[in-house]
């Protein structure tokens, strides 16, 4: 079992606690962000290929 004394770490926990926070919300963040650019990525290589194809006709 988890001691209370590691939830409060050592007296420092107001700074810990947020610092891990914000530190987990930048990853996520940064996961979000990179999906959101592949699929806007793959929506202008899709558009690019059917230009192609249409300009071969």
Do not use: D, K
């Amino acid at each position: 079992m988890i001691r209370a004394g590691f939830w409060a770490m050592g007296g420092y926990a107001r700074f810990v606690w947020p610092s891990i926070g914000f530190a987990l919300s930048v990853l996520v963040w940064n996961v979000w962000s990179a999906l959101r650019h592949q699929a806007r990525t793959l929506v202008r290589v899709r558009r690019a290929l059917q230009m192609a194809r249409s300009e071969e006709s």
